[in-house]
């Protein structure tokens, strides 16, 4: 099976600032991945699929580029309601495997 | 808009069976895939399988295969999972979400049932 790595596990980061959270395959998966959003206590959300993809209604400030078997997400302004862990996940074949997750708070 | 309303927190003991309902609404129920997804307490999000809502396909992940079962009832437009030989290691949230038309990214998510695994 192929294997996700996130880095790094948890950030902590003023509001503002860029954020950048890595994710990488083990094997090629050309971009079929996912990246939601996990706030304390709530249900995932998805952010942006097809590495690239905004979802609708997100906001802006986030995004997601992919070079080879790594995918980033960047947080171009760190707001407070930003605060949660993020999970890449791969949809090119079964197993859809998710990341092990990236914490992020404010500094 | 598509929702999707999961049943309520189940006890169980060790060795028990335990079946989640996922009822869905605002969409054509049948034109898309479900998946179920689990979370551990403070752990991160586990995908365990997935149906086609119109063929009744399924794909579990290896180390639910023998113990996991996803059905659909179009009729009522539920979703069920079933899990079966529980053990406390199975104690989590789990996640019904409903994959995208032609992709198996999820952007509808259920409630969530908590299932807690206790002698």
């Known amino acids: 099976d192929i294997q996700m790595t996130q880095s790094p596990s948890s950030l902590s980061a003023s509001v503002g600032d860029r954020v950048t959270i890595t994710c990488r395959a083990s094997?090629?998966?050309?971009?079929?991945l996912a990246w939601y959003q996990q706030k304390p206590g709530k249900v995932p959300k998805l952010l942006i699929y097809?590495?690239?993809t905004l979802q609708s209604g997100v906001p802006s400030r986030f995004s997601g580029s992919a070079s080879g078997t790594d995918f980033t997400l960047t947080i171009s302004s760190l707001q407070p309601e930003d605060v949660a862990t993020y999970y890449c996940q791969k949809y090119n074949s079964v197993p859809f495997t998710f990341g092990p997750g990236t914490e992020v708070d404010i500094k | 808009q598509a929702q999707l309303v999961q049943s309520g927190a189940e006890v169980k003991k060790p060795g028990a069976s335990v079946k989640v309902s996922c009822k869905a609404s605002g969409y054509t129920f049948a034109n898309f895939a479900m998946s179920w997804v689990r979370q551990a307490p403070g752990q991160g999000l586990e995908w365990m399988g997935w149906i086609s809502a119109h063929h009744g396909n399924t794909n579990y992940a290896q180390k639910f295969q023998d113990r996991l079962s996803l059905t659909t009832d179009t009729s009522t437009q539920t979703a069920y999972m079933e899990l079966r030989d529980l053990r406390s290691d199975d104690t989590a949230v789990y996640f019904c979400?409903?994959?995208?038309?032609?992709?198996?990214?999820?952007?509808?998510w259920g409630t969530g049932t908590t299932v807690i695994v206790s002698s």
């Open positions: 097809a590495a690239s």
């Open positions: 979400a409903r994959d995208a038309e032609y992709y198996h990214y999820l952007g509808v």
């Open positions: 094997h090629d998966i050309s971009s079929y």
